[in-house]
């Protein structure tokens, strides 16, 4: 069993920044990639930042320059640095793990961008 926990969810104003953390444990051997999702509502699940096991990152453009994906080094652990926050941002966030063929999700965390 893999499990996925989530940290670091919150309510912040436009232009503000918030950090997300993510932690795997469980039955895992190796360094795996792992990414974050979002979810906004009405809308569909969207990846929006991911990262190899070897450190390189990818980003959707929506979040590009704002958002930084980061990992300690030999761990599945993952940061989401997350500057000048819009309210297009608010979303349900989703921390993943691909292990094989298999992948991983945590249970979530709220990210609301409000004034």
């Known amino acids: 069993q893999v499990q996925l926990v989530e940290f670091g969810g919150g309510l912040v104003q436009p232009g503000g920044s918030l950090r997300l953390s993510c932690a795997a444990s469980?039955?895992?051997?190796?360094?795996?990639?792992m990414a974050w999702y979002r979810q906004a509502p009405g809308k569909q699940r969207e990846l929006i930042a991911g990262?190899?096991?070897?450190?390189?990152?990818n980003y959707v453009d929506s979040v590009k320059g704002r958002f930084t994906i980061s990992r300690p080094n030999g761990m599945n652990f993952v940061y989401l640095q997350m500057n000048s926050l819009k309210l297009e941002d608010t979303a349900v966030y989703y921390c993943?793990?691909?292990?094989?063929?298999?992948?991983?999700w945590g249970q979530g965390t709220q990210v609301t961008v409000s004034s």
């Open positions: 469980g039955s895992i051997s190796g360094i795996h990639n």
């Open positions: 993943n793990i691909q292990i094989r063929d298999a992948e991983y």
């Open positions: 990262i190899t096991g070897g450190g390189s990152t």
